[in-house]
């Protein structure tokens, strides 16, 4: 049966990739040397953003919706063993975590994420946080705090103790540039580059300092998957990863603005 898969992350070791499978569906890992795929989230459709652990043991994934009635440990991050399927909430301090885009550190000790604090007086969200949880479940900490910008997509930075992350203007999400913080809070500064220039898919490949986004091609005229350097803010690192073929002229099919042939697997892995 054909689907549609979203939230692709490859494993640690790159012979599996966990994604999404359709957009209401849970989350599958596919084993790339055999072709299989095995179910390990039974949400009924509340799984989304996994990440795996730098053993490659177990995923942590954003469940998004908390039904009536239910406690709150069944919604939020949660983390699931891939071989016996024991699915846990991740907890800070005994209570759960609630956040999204949850990406799992290199050590494998904290879990970074974004997270809308609390409702104002006003009765709006604050602007999403940059967090990190720690593993052990002992506690986590806001990176970003008193900002006013909105803080969203984490991503950890090679191997050290950063993470890259996209802030938007307070008002609006047309003003946004790429900055980088340390794991305790420290050291924040804007990167020469924008890993979401048109607020649509970014991804960091730290090991080899680039990121992948999605962008026009180098006529302007459809979307493609493009490379470039972290520290290149002149463009000149640029290289388009796809390309796409309009269809025949006398073709009835609808065109797809991005085709993923020729992309590179291991710019996307962890």
Request: hydrophobic share 35%; proline share 8%.
């Amino acid at each position: 049966m054909p689907f549609f898969a979203n939230d692709c992350r490859f494993s640690p070791d790159g012979s599996k990739v966990a994604y999404t499978r359709n957009l209401g569906s849970d989350i599958y890992v596919r084993n790339l040397a055999d072709s299989t795929d095995t179910q390990v989230t039974f949400t009924n459709g509340n799984a989304r953003a996994a990440d795996w652990d730098p053993t490659g043991r177990s995923i942590v994934y954003m469940r998004i919706f908390l039904d009536y009635g239910m406690p709150d440990s069944t919604a939020g991050l949660h983390i699931v063993d891939i071989a016996t399927l024991a699915d846990v909430s991740l907890r800070a301090s005994g209570s759960p975590v609630f956040g999204s885009n949850p990406r799992w550190s290199p050590d494998g000790s904290l879990i970074a994420y974004s997270l809308q604090t609390r409702i104002t007086p006003s009765g709006f969200p604050t602007p999403p946080h940059i967090y990190a949880a720690r593993a052990d479940r002992t506690g986590a900490s806001d990176l970003t705090p008193g900002d006013k910008r909105n803080n969203e997509y984490p991503e950890w930075l090679g191997n050290g103790p950063e993470i890259v992350f996209e802030s938007y203007g307070e008002r609006s999400y047309t003003e946004h540039v790429t900055q980088v913080v340390q794991a305790d809070g420290g050291g924040r500064r804007t990167l020469p580059v924008d890993v979401r220039p048109y607020v649509a898919f970014g991804a960091v490949a730290a090991s080899v300092g680039k990121f992948v986004y999605t962008g026009p091609d180098s006529a302007g005229e459809y979307g493609v998957i493009l490379s470039r350097d972290l520290d290149d803010g002149q463009g000149s690192t640029i290289r388009q990863l796809t390309t796409y073929q309009p269809p025949d002229s006398g073709s009835t099919a609808d065109p797809i603005p991005i085709s993923m042939l020729g992309a590179r697997r291991d710019l996307f892995r962890p």
